[in-house]
């Protein structure tokens, strides 16, 4: 992929629950780039294959499903508000069966291939912050500034834990563990694309460091 000067990308990968997405969120703000949230879009064909009931044996339709996804984020108060075929399913695609197939159909080598390009898409002058598994080590490949998030998994349960239940809802933490683990299994040893740091990335070990003091140390990394 050829490097474009007039567009800056940053990637942010990691494990779930590591703080990316806030993170990825609070650094676009702050150097007025666009912003990537390329798990969105894998929980958007997960959706939208529930949604149409197509079964995860059926891959052809899972494909068209990723291929042909209308989907529009737009920026919302505190966040982007994501429309599938013009419903707001912003809260939907964060529910635990969608995160638990999202993962699934990320593993499906064609569907990351039918997403690859849109997600290219994204990058535009002045750059681009872009929020992911492979974002360093697949989709941009030539990005200026590389960055791997993680923490423990009890730290990132814990994390999620604190929000559902600031939503009031119902939650489990050794369970939450168990899922994140199984998440965190599934998208290391996938074939295509597995989560891994790409040679030149920066790792960050967020398990006892604040969002503050995590953006702080991207913002001096990259110069800003
Ligand atoms: O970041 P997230 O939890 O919203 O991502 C949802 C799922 O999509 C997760 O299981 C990992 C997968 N994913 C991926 O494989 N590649 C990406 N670039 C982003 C997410």
Redesign the pocket.
Known sequence: MALNPDCIIVTI?GP??AG??TLSQLLAQRLGYRLL???????LV?LSSLNKAIPMSDEASLVHCAAGLDVVFSPAEGGVQVLLEGQDVTTA??QEQV??R??????IDAV?SALLQR?RDFATAPGLVA?????GT??FTHAQHKFYLTASAEARAQRRYQQLLERGEQVDLPALIADIEA?DQ??QS?AS?P?RPADDAKVIDSTNLSIEQVLAHMMVTIGA
């Open positions: 990968d779930s629950g990316k997405g949230d390329s798990g969105a879009l894998y929980r997960a695609i964060r995160s638990m999202a993962s699934e159909v990320a593993a990351r997600q929020d992911g598994r492979d974002m697949t989709v998440r599934r998208d996938r694309s989560l």
